[in-house]
């Protein structure tokens, strides 16, 4: 049933996607005059068509739509889609009216700045939807993030060997004093940290980073987790402990003998204690008290711990707006720093690209509106990005071509643009070999 909730969000996130990149293109063709041939949600391989204006059963229901120019529908590999313009070299690689003279409808008759704007509407759309989304996600639900501030970190096995420890408080990264708990790796790798100062104990010490080990801390998902103080937030009614004694704000430092001083330290008993009741000491105010703590036949005793440091702010329908755009920027600038570290062979981080697996595997297990959104807005981000890199194939890639024709005024020739058409097409293919196969692994581990 997971499995299947996190398909149908990808697939449904992919679709608007899609969609609204296309449409971008779509628009600004229409707008200058520019015949559009087709205008499809995923590929129609080898001419197969789940539905189709032109024909098939769609076409026999709703006979007026084969008058329409464009012809509208889904294919049936998921893999993106597009909107064939007329007169552009294109990834269909379709060539037959090369041989003919240009028509005033199509694509290549329209002057440079025309292509241009044809060109970059996919990804300005997908900006424009990012910005969207946020603006929504920041005036219905605000800004929530853990304080860097006031948490400390709860190592792994790598963050340890790194020369991390359970409890440290993160002070700066080089000269940055990070904000947001949940981005200390991010940061880390995007800034390309040399020197973590941290605060143990009453000592300020330095970790100093080793970059060839950015891909294992991409890998690492959980390399700093919060260490959560072992204090009681709520007992839900489903508890084997609710309406046993224990209080909101009480401190549990020991369980069946074993002092703990964070959440993470006490799972390990708790799970070898499966259905049995064992002593715990808890702290209420100046008192130290001796109770018991139930554990249910899985291993969980369901005592939820305050989380410290959560923070939230709160915007209206007015300072939504420039907040949506600041968050929109900060997402397009994190995700170049991202590139740019991937693009990096001695990091090792192009071991962390991933395909639809990873994708899906971001979204959460049950549907969640907040989630939902703001997932689809960080895609729109990656996806307009990945669309201005200057490869032939994607949009960066004819960008660059129109904006040589336009300070040149020499246009590069039809021949020129096919064989680019198709190193950017291996380029692409050699892309998403790697993320499969990266994701496939990381199965596989």
Request: proline residues 4%.
């Amino acid at each position: 049933m997971v499995v299947l909730v996190k398909a149908l969000q990808v697939i449904l996130a992919l679709a608007v996607l899609i969609l609204f990149h296309e449409l971008g293109h779509f628009t600004f063709a229409k707008l200058f005059g520019i015949r559009v041939d087709k205008f499809f949600l995923f590929f129609d391989l080898n001419g197969v068509k789940l539905l189709s204006t032109k024909e098939g059963w769609f076409s026999r229901l709703f006979p007026g739509l084969k008058k329409y120019e464009t012809e509208y529908g889904i294919g049936w590999l998921p893999l993106g889609g597009y909107c064939k313009i007329n007169g552009m070299i294109d990834e269909s690689m379709d060539t037959e009216y090369l041989s003919q003279e240009p028509k005033p409808w199509e694509f290549r008759s329209k002057p440079a700045w025309q292509r241009l704007l044809v060109m970059s509407g996919g990804v300005l759309f997908n900006f424009i939807l990012a910005i969207v989304f946020f603006i929504l996600i920041l005036g219905i639900w605000g800004e929530s993030y853990l304080s860097n501030e006031d948490n400390a970190i709860y190592v792994n096995e790598l963050s340890y060997d790194m020369g991390f420890r359970t409890g440290d408080r993160i002070l700066a990264l080089d000269d940055y004093v990070p904000e947001n708990f949940s981005l200390l790796t991010a940061d880390i790798v995007r800034r390309r940290v040399h020197k973590v100062t941290v605060l143990r104990g009453t000592d300020t010490l330095a970790v100093y980073i080793d970059q060839s080990r950015t891909g294992e801390m991409l890998e690492s998902p959980d390399l700093f987790t919060v260490a959560v103080p072992f204090v009681v937030d709520t007992i839900p009614p489903a508890s084997p402990n609710y309406g046993l004694g224990l209080r909101h704000g009480d401190r549990i430092v020991s369980v069946d003998g074993v002092p703990v001083t964070y959440v993470q330290e006490s799972r390990a008993v708790v799970r070898e204690r499966k259905g049995q009741e064992v002593p715990m000491k808890v702290v209420r105010g100046r008192d130290t008290l001796a109770m018991t703590m139930r554990v249910d036949s899985l291993g969980q005793a369901l005592v939820y711990a305050e989380i410290p440091g959560l923070r939230t702010r709160h915007y209206n329908a007015v300072t939504a707006v420039p907040a949506g755009f600041r968050m929109a920027w900060d997402s397009v600038k994190g995700y170049l720093q991202d590139l740019r570290t991937v693009a990096t062979p001695g990091t090792g981080a192009y071991k962390s690209v991933g395909s639809f697996i990873a994708i899906g595997q971001a979204f959460p297990a049950v549907w969640d509106w907040y989630r939902f959104l703001y997932m689809l807005a960080i895609l729109s981000i990656m996806l307009g990005v990945m669309n201005l890199l200057p490869i032939p194939a994607l949009d960066g890639g004819h960008i660059v071509f129109t904006l040589y024709e336009m300070i040149t005024g020499r246009k590069p020739g039809d021949q020129f643009l096919m064989i680019a058409q198709m190193v950017g097409l291996v380029l692409i293919f050699g892309l998403m070999f790697l993320a499969c196969g990266n994701d496939i692994m990381r199965l596989l581990r």
